[in-house]
């Protein structure tokens, strides 16, 4: 079984900074890429960004300001924010695509999500 736990969501002002971890765990024998993604009341889910071994990509609307990283040997990926906008509210999902040692094929697993709060 894989496990997708999220960590680093909080209140910050406008301007500020939050950093997301989030660590994938279980029987993983590889992950192809993992991402974040996040959903506001009343909207759909959307990507905010995405990392494999050899590429990033963000959405439009955080590009400059987050910062996407990971750490494959520890199976983890992170969201730097900066410069938080009250728009950037949201609740923020870690999501990975995994191929566990069971099977052959990858499949895509979520985290639970953590609440990022964008306020003054």
């Known amino acids: 079984q894989v496990q997708l736990v999220e960590s680093g969501g909080g209140l910050v002002q406008p301007g500020g900074s939050l950093r997301l971890s989030c660590a994938a765990s279980?029987?993983?024998?590889?992950?192809?890429?993992m991402g974040w993604y996040r959903q506001s009341p009343g909207k759909e889910r959307e990507l905010v960004a995405i990392?494999?071994?050899?590429?990033?990509d963000y959405s439009d609307s955080v590009k400059g300001r987050f910062t996407i990283s990971h750490d494959i040997a520890k199976n983890m990926v992170y969201l730097q924010m900066n410069s938080l906008k009250p728009e950037d509210t949201a609740v923020y999902y870690c999501n990975a695509d995994i191929r566990d040692w069971s099977g052959v094929d990858y499949n895509l697993y979520w985290g639970q999500g953590t609440q990022v709060t964008v306020s003054s």
């Open positions: 990392i494999t071994s050899r590429t990033t």
């Open positions: 279980g029987s993983i024998f590889s992950i192809r890429a």
